[in-house]
Every structure is written in C-alpha cells, then in structure tokens.
C-alpha cells in the first residue's frame, strides 16, 4: 500500500541552524500538508499546498518557514534558523482529491530537536 | 485557541468491552469529523469520518456518533481489542469547497485496553 514517507527520522540541530525537512508524498496525490505536534500538545497545521503554491498557513508558519516542491516527488519543510521552541514532531500528509471528504495520509513525523 | 477538545487525556477498558472516547467542538462552522488513530513512532492513521448532514456513521467496530447542538462527538469501538490501545484523535474541518483542507486536532486520548 502507497505511504507517505518522511527523512530524516530524527533531526537534532542547534538553535540558529538552518532544517529541512524532506516527504515524499503518495505518487498520485495533488494535495500536500505540514503538521507539526510539540510533545504533549495537540497536532497543528502549518501549511497547505497545491499546484506549486501555498493555499493556506497558520499563525505557526512565519517568515522562517517556506515550503518547496522542488521536483515530482519531494516536499519539502525548511526552517531558516531554528528556534528552542521549534522543537517538535513535523507530519507531511498528503491526499489526493480535492475537499476535506478526501482522507489526508499522514507519514510517520520528523523529530526536530533543536539545541 | 481550543477549538477541539478531547478531556479525557487516557482510558483503560477490558478487552471484549465498549471504549467510548469523547471530543467536543466550539466552532459552529466546522461541518466535518473525523478520528485518527496513532500508534508510537507512527504517523496518525484516519479512522473514520461524519459529515454534519448526519448524526452517526458506522465501519465495522467502530461507530462515530455526533449531537451538533452539543457540539459533542463521540467515538465508539466494540468490542475492544488489544491491538486498538493507541492515541485517538478527533479532528474537525470546515467543508469550504477549497482545494487544501486542514485539520483541527484535539490533544488526543491515550486508550489502553486490557487483555
């Protein structure tokens, strides 16, 4: 069965470094997602994305994020100079049709811990 | 910012016997439900879903009920099996006829069932 994967498994970094967080989306899907889950809270959105642009973001999502599709298959998160309280877990999720009916697949999470 | 809630941060039930996991919801605009499943170093898992034109949806043992004047939604597994303990989330959405959906998640309910 297709999956969402996610790379690395674990990130440490230190604050002020620059991350990228890498997904490859299930092959067919159009639709893709950032979450990210700080230990204890709930799952958040960042970031949806569709056809090369960003279609909606949260509060979360500031300049130090941005988001890339740099080829057909990766999608990637990058944290331009990472701060303590970015430490969490980072889900890409992806789905294939457009609406909120189409179920979202999630990968299994990047642990960003940063220093 | 809570807009979904899950109260029960854990629930312990006998194996055999009915797990009924609790979410409720404040925004009026959210018309679409779902519960994810998540299991240790995994990526949430989608469960099932209702829409609010209904007040019950039902795949095989597991039955998702919703009282929209309550604002209240319910998840209900029978009979429980050992290989359901996991984090159960309850996410809601607003159908907006968008391409991108995101998802509002509860902080998750730890289930354990007891064989």
């Known amino acids: 069965e297709p999956e969402v994967t996610q790379t690395p498994s674990h990130q440490v970094t230190q604050m002020g470094q620059e991350v990228i967080l890498r997904c490859v989306p299930i092959s067919n899907h159009l639709y893709f997602y950032w979450y990210r889950q700080i230990l204890g809270q709930k799952v958040e959105f960042l970031v949806s994305?569709?056809?090369?642009?960003?279609?909606?973001k949260s509060e979360i999502f500031d300049d130090q994020f941005s988001v890339e599709r740099p080829d057909g298959s990766n999608f990637t998160l990058k944290i331009r100079s990472t701060k303590l309280e970015d430490s969490a877990m980072y889900f890409c999720a992806s789905n294939r049709l457009a609406g909120v009916t189409d179920t979202q697949y999630f990968g299994p999470g990047t642990r960003l811990t940063v220093l | 910012d809570q807009q979904v809630k899950q109260n029960s941060p854990s629930l312990s039930v006998q194996e055999g016997r009915i797990s009924i996991l609790n979410c409720d919801y404040t925004?009026?605009?959210?018309?679409?439900f779902l519960w994810y499943k998540k299991y240790p170093a995994e990526g949430p898992t989608f469960l099932i879903s209702?829409?609010?034109?209904?007040d019950k949806n039902e795949d095989g043992r597991f039955t998702v009920f919703l009282n929209k004047s309550a604002k209240h939604l319910s998840l209900h597994i029978v009979p429980s099996q050992p290989g359901d303990s996991a984090v159960y989330f309850c996410a809601a959405a607003v159908n907006y006829g968008g391409a991108t959906n995101k998802l509002i998640f509860g902080t998750g309910t730890l289930l354990a069932v007891q064989p």
């Open positions: 994305f569709y056809n090369n642009e960003i279609s909606e």
């Open positions: 925004n009026s605009m959210f018309d679409y």
């Open positions: 209702i829409s609010s034109i209904k």
